[in-house]
């Protein structure tokens, strides 16, 4: 079964930037709604921003105005540009459709520290 496959993630230092990618191969992509989700610790996966097909965006209010989701429909790939990053961004961040999930990918840690 088609999997997203997420990259990106790293050890940063508060304040600093990442930018992670997400592999979707499917043949609808460019029809589908996209987001990208988040999970800490203890918590439940959270949805932190998500793009429509037509390119329209939507942010939790946690990450708003830090954090840039994007697409490039011919690459079948999903971006999202993390800026002033903090430690409560901490989290295995995956990527999936928002309507009629693939199985969930392996997600790409990503752990905000000094």
């Known amino acids: 079964q088609v999997q997203p496959v997420e990259s990106g993630g790293g050890l940063v230092q508060p304040g600093g930037s990442l930018r992670l990618s997400c592999a979707v191969s499917?043949?609808?992509?460019?029809?589908?709604?996209m987001g990208w989700y988040r999970q800490a610790p203890g918590n439940e996966r959270e949805l932190v921003a998500q793009?429509?097909?037509?390119?329209?965006?939507n942010y939790a209010d946690s990450v708003k105005g830090r954090f840039t989701i994007s697409r490039d429909n011919a690459k079948k790939m999903v971006y999202l540009q993390m800026n002033t990053l903090k430690p409560e961004d901490t989290a295995v961040y995956y990527c999936?459709?928002?309507?009629?999930?693939?199985?969930w990918g392996q997600g790409t840690q990503v752990t905000v520290s000094s």
């Open positions: 499917i043949s609808i992509f460019r029809i589908v709604d």
């Open positions: 999936n459709r928002l309507t009629f999930p693939l199985q």
């Open positions: 793009i429509t097909s037509g390119g329209s965006t």
